[in-house]
Structure formats: structure tokens, C-alpha cells
């Protein structure tokens, strides 16, 4: 029998990452982040991804980075190496990695949906400008407590975890592909074809009143549609993350972030449907199926793609056909 040795860049034990992000609420423009690294080497590198189209270089909001709890306090730190990299010293294999995240304020009369802000009655937390990340072990699972002013639900397609504040991840990828919308919301589910949907809606203060139910029966029209044309879903839960006061939209893999202003669905509860539809439609052409390494999880600018004319184009047209068959 030959015995075979474990290659020197191989590790017997793989590290584990959970953070706990804190927002209080008389300090909402400041996000507190913890992240906690237990079997890990000595020393590694942090990073934060670059979204191929939609990057708000949240690199530029980050400090207040302080390391602890590791065997050697005194070696313990983090250095920056680039805009979105840097490395951690951890003595010991083990410690917590803090530092804050400023929310940028929208100056737009409707910002966009997938912009992170935070308001007295909700906010949005976008996983890739929250999140710093180890690119040399993303694909260990990944936890996030999340510590909340009293009375905030919690809207993601992340799965939930231990406590209703604790949601988790098989991997990096899939921590910073799924949004979460947290605060006053409102709920709305339907089931299709074996898939749960949850439309979120998170209105203004002042929002005005509009008929939630042609909105509802619109999505659930426009969802089963789309699952006629594949067959399913291609997941069991999937979240429509919609808010009061903004624009625009993107798709993730199992949940989409956008604007819709109350003070147009009053007017015409499926004015937005058609953006909606094109969204949804991204959740198979775009992210199940894609271009060769289009939407791969980098802290690097990504590579141009010449694949969006199926992405984008083939979507175009179903986004209106399913409307028709709406």
C-alpha cells in the first residue's frame, strides 16, 4: 500500500466565518460589522466584491478596522493592500475582524433599488457592500446575526439559521447574491409550482394608498408564466424585495430588489410590471443560465462578456411575451 501525502496548499481544516452586523437606530448612517474567523492560518486576505455592472465602490466607506481575541493582540491588525483587498493577521488562526460601513445617502428623488440606505423605518442591506470576504476560502459556509432596532423584520433569500436574526449561506457566493431588506415591511406569499414566493413591500411613512391586491395577483400571474415556460423555479423560496421611494431593479438568484413608488402603483397597481417581468425572467436567462464566468464572485474588475445578447436580448423579448400571456 502507498501512502499518499496531503499536498503542502491543501489544509486539513478549512476556516469558519460568521458576522454579526449591528445597526442602531439613533446612529443609522453607521453600520457595525463583526467578523468572526476560528480555524483559520495565521494570516489572511480580505476582499470585497466587484459586481460586473452594478459596483458602488462601498471600499470607500469602510475604517474603524480593529482585530481581537486572537493569541497575540499585539501582531494582530489589518493593512491594506488595494482598493478592495486586504490583509488580516489573525496570531493563532482565530479572532474578530471589526469595522464600520458608512451608508452613502442618495441625493436622486428616487435612488436606486439596489443602493444600500437606511432609514428610521428600514433599510437595505446589499451583501457586497456590507460583507468583507475571504477569497481564499469562499466556499465555507457562512452565518449573519443580525442585531436590529426593535420591531424590524428581516426579508432575504438567505436561509434562516438558529434565531429569526441569524440567516446563513453554503457559501460567500450566495451570502453576497442575496440582499436583505429589513424594517417596517409588509408580506404577501403565493405558491407555484412548488416555488414560495414572497413579495416584500417596504413602504414610506407618508406612502400613499394603492390596491395591493392587482399588484399581488399581477406578480402571481406574471410568476407562473414564466415557470410554464421552464417547467419550475430553479429554487424553492424566492423573494420579491420591493420599496417604496426608488427605482430601478436587479436580479439575483433567488430574489429581485425594486422600486416601486406608491404614488405610481395608486395610479396603476401594474405600471411596473413590465420592468418586473424583465427582472424576474434574469432569475433563469442571466443568473441559472449565463455567459461563461459572467457574475463569478471577484474583488477584480470583471473581464467584458460578448454573451449579453442572449442575457439581456432573449429576456427583452420574453419580459413582453409573458406580460401577454399574464
Not at 124 to 152: M, S
Not at 211 to 223: E, K, Q, V
Not at 268 to 297: C, K, M, Q, R
Given at each position: 500500500?502507498?501512502a499518499m501525502s496531503?499536498p503542502?496548499t491543501m489544509r486539513a481544516?478549512?476556516?469558519s ?6 445597526l442602531d ?6 453600520v457595525?460589522?463583526t467578523?468572526?474567523?476560528d480555524?483559520?492560518?495565521?494570516a489572511?486576505?480580505l476582499?470585497m466584491k466587484?459586481h460586473p455592472?452594478?459596483?458602488?465602490k ?8 480593529r ?11 489589518v ?6 483587498l486586504?490583509?488580516a493577521?489573525l496570531?493563532g488562526?482565530r479572532?474578530?475582524v471589526h469595522?464600520r460601513v458608512?451608508?452613502q445617502w442618495?441625493?436622486?428623488a428616487l435612488?436606486?433599488?439596489w443602493?444600500?440606505?437606511m432609514?428610521?423605518t428600514?433599510?437595505l442591506i ?15 459556509p457562512?452565518?449573519?446575526r ?7 423584520r ?6 434562516a439559521g438558529?434565531t429569526p436574526a441569524?440567516l446563513?449561506a453554503?457559501t ?5 447574491d442575496?440582499?436583505i431588506?429589513?424594517g417596517?415591511?409588509?408580506e404577501?406569499?403565493f405558491t407555484?409550482?412548488?416555488?414560495h ?8 411613512p407618508d406612502?400613499?394608498l ?12 406574471l410568476?407562473s408564466?414564466a415557470s ?5 423555479a430553479p429554487?424553492?423560496?424566492?423573494y420579491?424585495?420591493?420599496q417604496?421611494g426608488a427605482?430601478?431593479a436587479l436580479?439575483h438568484r433567488?430574489s429581485?430588489?425594486?422600486g416601486l413608488?406608491?404614488?405610481r ?5 401594474h405600471?411596473?410590471?413590465?420592468e418586473?417581468?424583465h427582472?424576474?425572467?434574469h432569475?433563469?436567462?442571466?443568473v441559472?443560465i449565463h ?7 471577484s474583488?477584480q474588475?470583471a473581464?467584458p ?9 432573449v429576456?427583452l423579448?420574453?419580459?413582453d411575451?409573458?406580460l401577454r400571456?399574464?
Amino acid at each position: 500500500m502507498i501512502a499518499m501525502s496531503r499536498p503542502a496548499t491543501m489544509r486539513a481544516e478549512q476556516p469558519s466565518v460568521s458576522y454579526v452586523l449591528r445597526l442602531d437606530s439613533a446612529q443609522l448612517g453607521v453600520v457595525d460589522v463583526t467578523m468572526r474567523v476560528d480555524h483559520g492560518p495565521a494570516a489572511l486576505r480580505l476582499a470585497m466584491k466587484v459586481h460586473p455592472e452594478y459596483d458602488a465602490k462601498y471600499w470607500r466607506y469602510v475604517d474603524g478596522w480593529r482585530v481581537e481575541g486572537s493569541a497575540d493582540d499585539a501582531r494582530a491588525g489589518v493593512v491594506r493592500l488595494d482598493s478592495t483587498l486586504w490583509r488580516a493577521t489573525l496570531p493563532g488562526g482565530r479572532g474578530l475582524v471589526h469595522y464600520r460601513v458608512h451608508v452613502q445617502w442618495s441625493t436622486d428623488a428616487l435612488r436606486r433599488s439596489w443602493q444600500p440606505f437606511m432609514r428610521a423605518t428600514g433599510g437595505l442591506i446589499n451583501g457586497p457592500d456590507f460583507f468583507v470576504y475571504l477569497p481564499d476560502f469562499a466556499r465555507v459556509p457562512v452565518t449573519v446575526r443580525l442585531e436590529l432596532p426593535r420591531g424590524w423584520r428581516i426579508a432575504s433569500a438567505l436561509d434562516a439559521g438558529a434565531t429569526p436574526a441569524t440567516l446563513t449561506a453554503p457559501t460567500t457566493a450566495g451570502l453576497l447574491d442575496s440582499p436583505i431588506l429589513v424594517g417596517d415591511l409588509r408580506e404577501w406569499t403565493f405558491t407555484d409550482r412548488g416555488t414560495h414566493y414572497h413579495i416584500v413591500y417596504w413602504p414610506l411613512p407618508d406612502a400613499v394608498l394603492f390596491d395591493t391586491t392587482s399588484l399581488i395577483d399581477g406578480i402571481r400571474r406574471l410568476a407562473s408564466s414564466a415557470s410554464a415556460i421552464f417547467g419550475s423555479a430553479p429554487v424553492r423560496d424566492y423573494y420579491f424585495l420591493l420599496q417604496d421611494g426608488a427605482s430601478d431593479a436587479l436580479e439575483h438568484r433567488a430574489s429581485l430588489t425594486m422600486g416601486l413608488p406608491s404614488s405610481r402603483l395608486a395610479h396603476d397597481p401594474h405600471a411596473l410590471l413590465p420592468e418586473l417581468a424583465h427582472e424576474f425572467f434574469h432569475t433563469w436567462n442571466l443568473v441559472a443560465i449565463h455567459p461563461d464566468s459572467y457574475g463569478a464572485l471577484s474583488y477584480q474588475r470583471a473581464i467584458p462578456t460578448s454573451g449579453l445578447w442572449m442575457g439581456e436580448g432573449v429576456t427583452l423579448y420574453y419580459a413582453d411575451l409573458l406580460l401577454r400571456r399574464a
